[in-house]
């Protein structure tokens, strides 16, 4: 198993989970206007009409 990831500064179990964002990074992020717009990549076309369908309920 690689340590590559490890943060040596981190709670333990925490290492995995993003950190928070600051007030500049977060102004900085891009904004989905809408989520028909998102897009996933590498998704077949019948889990695309699933991820939509589950988006309607």
Known sequence: MSD???HE???HGTSLLPF???E???AAAPVLASIDTLVI???SEDEDDAFAA???R
């Open 4 to 6: 590559a990831a490890r």
């Open 41 to 43: 990549e590498e998704l």
């Open 54 to 56: 589950a988006l309607d």
């Open 9 to 11: 500064d981190t709670p």
């Open 24 to 26: 500049d990074q977060l």
């Open 20 to 22: 928070d964002l600051t």
